[in-house]
């Protein structure tokens, strides 16, 4: 599932590519119940792309019709830019107009909604199950869908170390459940909570409620490197996500526990370990994380 690394780099890679653009036309073949009547956004321009935790926020300028998308990718949903060929009927399947070896992965093949802009490029969406969230608001009412009940961005220079600890602390759950919990802190999933913990030497089982200031504070710090270093290697791609143009991220590869069972621990050496936690796997070092 895409977290903050990877719906940071959709952001930055749309901000080079279609701010500016006025929208042509709009493409999908998702059923009316799971999309907003996108259609009156035709001759919008696009004004600004912003996130909100692990949503995409795209503004649109229309005469009278001022208005914000707000996208979120969900398990399997990315962005892409490029040039596709519209099918002209539900039979036909939609496929790349250029030999671009990253656009005709098959990763990057499952579109199912398209803005034809001004310039020619057009911007997807692909999505294999299906299961992106796609809000249309007026402009002003960006506080709906959700939106409002989001608790503080991981990487907001407005969230403090003190700020943090409120968020947090004192909470009688896991503390990996607590740094993925959207109403607490928005932005972490199960990728980045594994390691983040990893980093701090904390087990992800500990409650919340039971770690001392100093334990918050490794937390905390570890948060921020390592987000910001995942948001400099442009996120994570085990299985779909995929930035604007097709291509992989780096952290993968560089990445200390998640999905690493039963490889030596890059600290002691010891065995990763994983269990559940909340209905989610985590993988921890049994050794330095006590």
Not at 89 to 103: G, M, N, Q, T, W
Request: charged content about 30%; glycine content about 10%.
């Amino acid at each position: 599932m895409p977290e903050l690394p990877e719906v940071s780099t959709m952001v930055d890679d749309l901000r080079r590519s279609v701010i500016g653009k006025k929208i042509k036309s709009v493409w999908s073949d998702l059923p009316p119940g799971k999309l907003p009547r996108l259609t009156g956004l035709c001759g919008a321009t696009i004004k600004a792309v912003d996130r909100r935790g692990k949503n995409v926020l795209i503004y649109l300028e229309k005469t009278g019709q001022d208005s914000v998308l707000a996208v979120h990718p969900r398990m399997t949903g990315h962005f892409l830019i490029g040039r596709w060929r519209i099918p002209r009927s539900r039979k036909e399947k939609i496929k790349p107009l250029s030999a671009d070896v990253f656009l005709n992965e098959k990763t990057n093949s499952y579109i199912h909604l398209v803005f034809v802009l001004s310039g020619g490029e057009m911007l997807a969406l692909s999505d294999v199950r299906k299961f992106a969230k796609i809000n249309l608001a007026a402009a002003g009412e960006t506080e709906t869908g959700g939106l409002e009940k989001l608790g503080p961005d991981a990487l907001s220079p407005k969230l403090t170390l003190n700020k943090f600890v409120k968020a947090i602390g004192q909470r009688k759950k896991p503390i990996k459940s607590v740094l993925m919990d959207q109403k607490l802190l928005s932005g972490i999933g199960n990728i980045y909570s594994d390691e983040i913990l990893w980093t701090a030497e904390i087990d992800p089982r500990r409650s919340a409620e039971g770690l001392s200031s100093g334990e918050i504070k490794r937390i905390y710090s570890a948060m921020r490197l390592l987000l910001l270093r995942a948001v400099r290697l442009r996120g994570t791609s085990f299985s779909d996500f995929r930035d604007a143009r097709g291509r992989k991220g780096h952290y993968g590869d560089k990445r200390v526990v998640y999905g690493l069972f039963a490889y030596p621990c890059k600290r002691c050496g010891t065995p990763i370990a994983k269990t559940k936690i909340g209905g989610r796997t985590a993988s921890f070092c049994p050794n330095c994380q006590k």
